[in-house]
C-alpha cells in the first residue's frame, strides 16, 4: 500500500520537478482537450445542422443544365407530391450603377420561390426573405452598399437588367463560411433571370436543384430514383444532405487535419518532458531509494510508490489542463473569428474531456515507465555516491519504445482517420526526429573533442556531458519543435511571394470569363494588343487506360482530384511558363488518334504517363485521346494554366467560352471594369489584386491559428530544459561550489552556465534551420508547386530568437544554483 506521508514528503521535497511534471501533463492535456471539443463543437453543428447547411434533404448539382431524363423524373416526383423542388443558379458577374461609374465582381444566386427549405436567410429589416425577394428587386450584402456608396432603394445594373436593392442579407443558411467568395452576395429573383441575359451556353453556372421529401423514410429511395435518371452523366451529382460534400466541411476537415498533426506532436514532446522531469525527480532521490533497499524494500515496492506518487501528479496535471482547456475556449472563438460558421458554439466536450484523460493517463504510463523501471538498477551503494551507468538500450528499453510506437500509431490513426496518411505521418515523425538526433549526436560528438582557449567556454562544453545531463534530449526535442515552426513561417513566407506580395513583371492581373465565340473580336478590339485568349470547353474525366475512374474515391482526396468538371482547352503551343517534362513535343506527328497534353499536376493525382489513353465526356460525348505529353509549370502564382490541353482540331468545334488574361496598371483596373461591364454585361472581371487581398487575409489566419497551436510544442520544449536543469542540479551546484573555491567569482559561473545554455539553443536552431529549409524546400516544390526562397535573413532572426530563448530559460532556471553557499554544501557532503 502506498504511504501518504511518504508521498507527500516526496512532493515537498522536489516542489520544482513536480511542478514542471504536472505543466508537461497540464500541457498534453490543453492540446488533446482544446482540439478534440473544436472538432466534436464543429462536427456536431454540421451534421446537426446539416440540412439547413445545404437548405435541402436532397441536393442536385451541376455546371450545366440537368439532363432531360431527370428533369422529367422530378417532375413527376413533384406531380404525385413526393418532393417539393427550387431550383437556383450562381454565378460570379460584375455589378454596376446605372450611371456606368463605379462596378464590382459578385457572388450571384439566382433562386426561385421555396428556397431554402431549411434554415433562414435573415435580413437587416427582420422581414421574410420570401417576400421581399419579389420580381425586380434585389438582396444584398452590406459589403456591395459600402463598396459602391448604395443605399437601400437604389437601382443597381445586373447583365441586361437594371433592379432596385430591397434589403440587406445577414446570413444564408447555405453559405455559413463567407471567406471564400470573390465578391458580396447578390440575391435575385428566378422571374428575372432571363432579364439578366447571363446565363448562356457554355457559362460557367452552378445549376442546383434543392429537393425536400415529404415523406422522411422515403429520403434514400426518392434520393436513387434521381440518381437512376441522370443516365450516369458525370457532370450531375444527387447527394443527400447526410452524405452531400461542401466547401465548409472540406475546410474543416482539412483544419482539423493539420491541427491534430500539431496536436501528437505536442502532445509527443510532452511526453518527453514527462519522462524527463522524473528522471530528474528520481536522480534526486537516488540515495533515499538506495537507503530504502539497503533496509530491505523491494524494487516491486519502491516502483509501486513512485508509481503512486506520478499518478497523483499526473491528477494535479489533469485537473490543471482540464482547468487550462476551458479558459482556452474563451480564447478560440477570437482566434477562429471569421473562420467557423455563426451556429457553431465551441465549448468543451464531455466526451473529449474523457477521451482526453485516458489517453492522458496512457502517456503519463508510457513515459514515466522507463524511469520508474530505471529503479530496479539503483543499488545500496549509491548511498556513497557510487553510480553505475546502465545500458541505455537494453530488452526493457525495446519493449517500452515499441509499446510508445504503437500507441502514436493509434492515436495518429484515430485522430487522422486515414492508415496511409497515418503511415506517412509517422514516417515523416520518425525521420525529423532520426535526423534531429543524428545531427545533434554529431554535434556534440564534434564539441566533446573541442578545446577552447576561452576558460569559460572550455568548462560550458564539459557541463554538457556531466553525468545525467540531458543534451541529446533537449537538442533532439528543442531542433524538432523548432524545426516545424520554421518550416511553418518559411512555407508561409513563399506562399506571400508567390501569391500574395505581388506579380511577376507583364504578368497579367485582371482575367475576364465567359467571353462568348461571337464576343472575341469587338472585345479584343477593346481590350487592345496585350490580351492572351484560351478557349475554354467543360468536360469530365471518365477512364484511364480503359479502366473507369472511381468518381467517389477521387473526392476523397484532400487535394485536386479528377471527378470534377474540368475546364479542357485546345492549342498548338506552349505557354511561356511552360516546357515538356515528358515526351518529345506538345502533340506527336506521327500519331493519327486524338491526342492530349497533360500538366504535370494531373499525373500526381492519377498515375498516368505518355502513351496512355484518357477518356472523356465531353458537351455529353465520348472522346479518347492518346497521351502525347507531360508538361510542367517553369512559375508560380496566378497565370493562366490548364490540366489537359487538346488538339485544335478536336476540339475546335466544341461548344466554348473565352477566357482572357492581361496585364492592367492598378489604376486603371476599375475603368476598365466599368467599360468591359457596359458592352459586355455576360462578362465577369475578376481583379487578381483584390483577390490576393482576400487570399493573403486567409492565409494570415490560418497560419496565426497553426502557430498558436505549434507553440504548445515550443513549450514542451521550455519544459524538458527546466527538466534538464533539474536532472543536472546536484552536478551543477557542485561545480559552482568548487569554482568558488577555486577563487573564481559568481560573474565565471554565470558565463559558464550562460555559454552552455547558448551552445544547446545554438546548435538545436541551427540544426531545426536545416530541417526546416529542407522540408520547405519538398514542401513548396513537390506538394505545392512552386518556386521556394530560403529567406535567409528572416531565417537567420528565427535562429536568434530561438538561441535567445533558451539562453535566458536555462539561465532563469539555473540562477537559484549560484547563490548556493561552498560552507553549507560541503557540510552537507560530511554529513553524507
Not at 459602391?148 to 447555405?174: C, F
Request: aromatic residues 10%; contains cysteine.
Amino acid at each position: 500500500m502506498v504511504n501518504a506521508r511518504f508521498l507527500l514528503r516526496q512532493v515537498t521535497g522536489a516542489k520544482r520537478q513536480c511542478t514542471v511534471f504536472v505543466l508537461c501533463v497540464a500541457l498534453s492535456m490543453i492540446t488533446l482537450v482544446s482540439l478534440g471539443s473544436f472538432r466534436e463543437s464543429v462536427e456536431s453543428s454540421l451534421l446537426r445542422d446539416a440540412q439547413s447547411l445545404h437548405s435541402a434533404d436532397i441536393i442536385i448539382k451541376s455546371h450545366s443544365p440537368v439532363p432531360p431524363n431527370l428533369e422529367r423524373e422530378r417532375a413527376v416526383l413533384k406531380d404525385r407530391r413526393e418532393i417539393r423542388s427550387a431550383r437556383y443558379w450562381e454565378f460570379y458577374s460584375v455589378v454596376q450603377k446605372p450611371s456606368a461609374d463605379a462596378s464590382l465582381l459578385c457572388n450571384i444566386k439566382v433562386v426561385e420561390p421555396g428556397y431554402p427549405f431549411y434554415g433562414t436567410v435573415r435580413l437587416a429589416s427582420g422581414r421574410p426573405f420570401e417576400k421581399v425577394l419579389s420580381p425586380g428587386s434585389l438582396v444584398v450584402e452590406q459589403a456591395l452598399l459600402d463598396r459602391l456608396q448604395l443605399k437601400i432603394g437604389d437601382p443597381l445594373r445586373i447583365g441586361n437588367a437594371v433592379l432596385t436593392v430591397k434589403d440587406v442579407v445577414v446570413q444564408e443558411p447555405d453559405r455559413p463560411v463567407n471567406f471564400f467568395a470573390l465578391g458580396p452576395r447578390v440575391f435575385v429573383a428566378a422571374a428575372d433571370r432571363d432579364a439578366l441575359a447571363l446565363i448562356g451556353k457554355g457559362s460557367r453556372i452552378e445549376h442546383v436543384t434543392l429537393v425536400k421529401v415529404t415523406d422522411p423514410p422515403r429520403l434514400e429511395q426518392v434520393a436513387s430514383e434521381l440518381r437512376a435518371a441522370t443516365d450516369n452523366d458525370g457532370r450531375v451529382r444527387v447527394e443527400t444532405y447526410k452524405n452531400a460534400g461542401s466547401r465548409v466541411k472540406r475546410f474543416f476537415d482539412n483544419l482539423l487535419f493539420f491541427l491534430n498533426l500539431s496536436g501528437i506532436f505536442t502532445l509527443l514532446l510532452s511526453g518527453f518532458g514527462i519522462q524527463s522531469t522524473l528522471f530528474a525527480l528520481l536522480k534526486e532521490q537516488e540515495r533515499t531509494i538506495a537507503v530504502m533497499k539497503a533496509l530491505g524494500a523491494r524494487s516491486r515496492f519502491i516502483i509501486g510508490h513512485f508509481l503512486g506518487l506520478t499518478l497523483i501528479l499526473g491528477l494535479f496535471g489533469t485537473v490543471a489542463g482540464l482547468a487550462g482547456s476551458f479558459a482556452l475556449q474563451r480564447y478560440l472563438p477570437a482566434l477562429f473569428s471569421g473562420l467557423i460558421p455563426a451556429q457553431v458554439t465551441l465549448q468543451v466536450s464531455t466526451s473529449a474531456i474523457f477521451q482526453g484523460m485516458a489517453i492522458g493517463l496512457l502517456v503519463v504510463l508510457l513515459f514515466t515507465a522507463l524511469p520508474l523501471y530505471r529503479l530496479k538498477e539503483v543499488k545500496p551503494k549509491a548511498i556513497f555516491g557510487k553510480e553505475e551507468t546502465a545500458a541505455l538500450w537494453n530488452r526493457s528499453t525495446w519493449i517500452i519504445a515499441s509499446l510508445g510506437a504503437l500507441f502514436f500509431l493509434s492515436m495518429v490513426l484515430i485522430r487522422l482517420r486515414d492508415l496511409k496518411t497515418g503511415l506517412y505521418f509517422m514516417l515523416s515523425l520518425v525521420s525529423l526526429i532520426l535526423i534531429s538526433y543524428l545531427l545533434a549526436w554529431v554535434t556534440l560528438h564534434f564539441l566533446k573533442r573541442k578545446q577552447p582557449k576561452n576558460l569559460a567556454l572550455r568548462q560550458a562544453l564539459k557541463g554538457l556531458f556531466r553525468p545525467h545531463n540531458a543534451s541529446l534530449s533537449i537538442m533532439v526535442t528543442l531542433s524538432a519543435a523548432f524545426a516545424v515552426i520554421f518550416a511553418i513561417n518559411l512555407v508561409e513566407k513563399n506562399l506571400d511571394a508567390t501569391f500574395i506580395e505581388s506579380f511577376p513583371p507583364g504578368a497579367p492581373n485582371v482575367f475576364f470569363i465567359d467571353i462568348q465565340p461571337g464576343q472575341r473580336e469587338a472585345f479584343g478590339r477593346m481590350i487592345g494588343p496585350g490580351a492572351s485568349f484560351y478557349p475554354i470547353i467543360k468536360g469530365n474525366v471518365t477512364a484511364v487506360n480503359e479502366i473507369p475512374l472511381d468518381q467517389a474515391q477521387e473526392r476523397k482526396s484532400r487535394g485536386d482530384n479528377l471527378a470534377r468538371e474540368m475546364n479542357l482547352t485546345y492549342r498548338e503551343y506552349l505557354l511561356p511558363d511552360e516546357r515538356i517534362e515528358s515526351g518529345e513535343t506538345l502533340f506527336r506527328k506521327d500519331w493519327t488518334e486524338p491526342q492530349v497534353s497533360v500538366l504535370d499536376t494531373v499525373v500526381k493525382m492519377h498515375d498516368m504517363k505518355v502513351g496512355d489513353r484518357v477518356s472523356f465526356r465531353v458537351q455529353g460525348l465520348p472522346i479518347t485521346a492518346r497521351v502525347s505529353s507531360v508538361r510542367t509549370r517553369t512559375s508560380s502564382g496566378f497565370s493562366p494554366f490548364f490540366y489537359f490541353v487538346f488538339q485544335e482540331s478536336v476540339l475546335s468545334q466544341a461548344p466554348q467560352t473565352f477566357f482572357a488574361a492581361v496585364r492592367v496598371d492598378k489604376a486603371g483596373i476599375s475603368a476598365l471594369q466599368n467599360r468591359v461591364v457596359s458592352a459586355f454585361p455576360n462578362v465577369s472581371v475578376i481583379d487578381l489584386t483584390e483577390t490576393v487581398t482576400v487570399f493573403g487575409r486567409i492565409m494570415q489566419r490560418l497560419s496565426s491559428i497553426v502557430s498558436f497551436f505549434t507553440s504548445f510544442s515550443v513549450i514542451a520544449g521550455v519544459l524538458i530544459i527546466i527538466s534538464s536543469v533539474f536532472a543536472t542540479r546536484y552536478a551543477r551546484i557542485q561545480e559552482a561550489v568548487y569554482f568558488t573555491i577555486l577563487g573564481a567569482r559568481r560573474a565565471f559561473v554565470l558565463k559558464v552556465f550562460a555559454a552552455e545554455n547558448l551552445v544547446l539553443g545554438l546548435v538545436s536552431g541551427v540544426i531545426a534551420l536545416l530541417i526546416s529549409q529542407l522540408g520547405s524546400l519538398i514542401i513548396c516544390r513537390k506538394g505545392l508547386d512552386m518556386t521556394y526562397v530560403p529567406y535567409l535573413g528572416e531565417s537567420l532572426l528565427l535562429l536568434l530568437a530561438t538561441t535567445l530563448l533558451v539562453m535566458f530559460v536555462g539561465l532563469a532556471v539555473a540562477l537559484p544554483i549560484l547563490y548556493q553557499k561552498p560552507v553549507a554544501f560541503l557540510r552537507e557532503q560530511s554529513e553524507e
